[in-house]
């Protein structure tokens, strides 16, 4: 078997974008064979605080709602950390799209609730994947352009299962497509993912100090086990 014969998608909906503030509204984990569906797992939370009406336009999600009907935010986060660890501990990829976002957002709710350290290896980042086997193809890389790229569907965008499906889905198409160009086994992979997303980083920062500010530092977390701008990522580790 090749590492994207049988995927793990993670996904979460959250209350803001600050991975060392926002808490988790809602998951999904989601396990897909040969890019088939065969058994999901969901949770609705309780967050604690206030769904900014914000977040709440992008995954419908309201505070009155997650009161109601999810559960307290120590117990979801604690059993969405074990589905999790199961996962990777069981050494299958965890498909999870721009994974420094949803894993130290991850790693920050298990710190608040002293539910130990999170570490998240080996992961499958179909963002870094595919800038790496399509370097030069124009426009952005979010995930409703990067799943259009690859004839990937997906009907309810910002709807945690939906969104984690699509990751797997295009991680699955990546495989199929380039897995020449890529090594078989996950965990090379993930050490290979790295070394790639340190370049585009890299790329990145140079491009952001040339055109718009020479004194420009990225705030955003490390790729799991790498680095961002010569700092080690210390949320995901």
Known sequence: MTWYDRLVAFDTE????????????????????????????????????????????????????????????????ASILQAVRGVLDAGIGLVVYNAPYDLSLLAHEAERHRLGALLPQPVVDPIILDKQV????????????????????LL????????????????????????????????ELHRAQIGWAAEQQADFARYMRQRVNPDWTSDRPAWPGGRVDGDVSMALS
């Open 14 to 77: 959250t209350t803001g974008i600050d991975v060392r503030t926002t808490r988790i509204v809602s998951a999904c984990l989601v396990e897909l064979q040969q890019g088939e569906v065969v058994k999901r797992q969901d949770w609705l939370l309780d967050p604690g605080v206030e769904i900014p009406e914000q977040a709440t336009r992008v995954h419908g999600i309201t505070t009155e709602r997650a009161r109601e009907d999810g559960m307290s935010a120590a117990e979801g986060v």
């Open 156 to 187: 309810d965008a910002h709807d945690a299962g939906a969104d984690a499906i699509a990751a797997a889905q295009i991680a699955h198409a990546i495989g199929l497509r380039y897995g020449a160009q890529l090594p078989d086994d996950v965990w």
């Open 134 to 153: 399509d370097r030069y193809r124009k426009g952005k890389r979010t995930l409703d352009l990067t799943a259009a790229a690859y004839g990937v569907p």
